[in-house]
């Protein structure tokens, strides 16, 4: 959670505020329009934000017109600050690829229940695959998935602070 997101318009780690005061008054203050996210398009319109396909550009220019902003999902990515952080340990070489297609999967499921909840970021390291996810119960879901598909170990440590939740997954 970033420290100069106040407090008033926290809605489950900050993910959801709206648009900062001066703007949201000039959006709401008469002027038509909707917001819509210069990376990756989703839309901001009746205080959340939609995916994009549920909008035509026809639609939004009869809406006022687009104002290009950036949505919380891809200001974490940018900013590299996670709700979520999931590794998984020991991952057999003749399993990889299967995780990794779930990981995929349950991911692109998230997204398209709730276009701000992603992973947003994937990469091997030394430590074994580290996943980053914009919400904390999408790294709790894919280490349950992963444990109820592979069998194997899991840890979920979750922050004292506002800090992500922490899943650890290892094969055994
Ligand atoms: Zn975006």
């Not at 993910?15 to 917001?35: C, D, I, M, N, T």
């Not at 104002?67 to 952080?85: H, L, M, N, Q, V």
């Not at 701000?116 to 119960?137: F, P």
Request: proline share 3%; aromatic share 6%.
């Amino acid at each position: 959670m970033k420290k100069e997101t106040s407090k008033k318009t926290l809605k489950k780690g900050g993910l959801r505020q709206p648009p900062k005061k001066s703007e949201a008054s000039e959006f709401g203050g008469g002027k038509k329009g909707v917001l819509v996210c210069l990376k990756c398009k989703a839309v901001y319109k009746n205080k959340s934000w939609h995916h994009k396909e549920k909008y035509t550009n026809k639609e939004i220019k009869e809406m006022g017109g687009a104002k290009p902003y950036k949505c919380p999902a891809c200001i974490r990515k940018e900013s590299d600050t996670c709700e979520g952080f999931l590794i998984l340990k020991n991952v057999p070489k003749d399993k990889e690829k299967e995780i990794l297609a779930l990981v995929k999967n349950v991911g692109e499921k998230a997204e398209m229940t709730d276009v701000l909840d992603r992973i947003i970021k994937l990469k091997k390291s030394r430590d074994g695959i580290e996943i980053e996810t914009t919400e904390n119960q999408l790294a709790v879901k894919l280490g349950k998935q992963i444990k109820s598909a592979f069998k194997g170990k899991l840890e979920i440590h979750w922050s004292h602070t506002d800090g992500p939740v922490r899943v650890l997954w290892t094969a055994f």
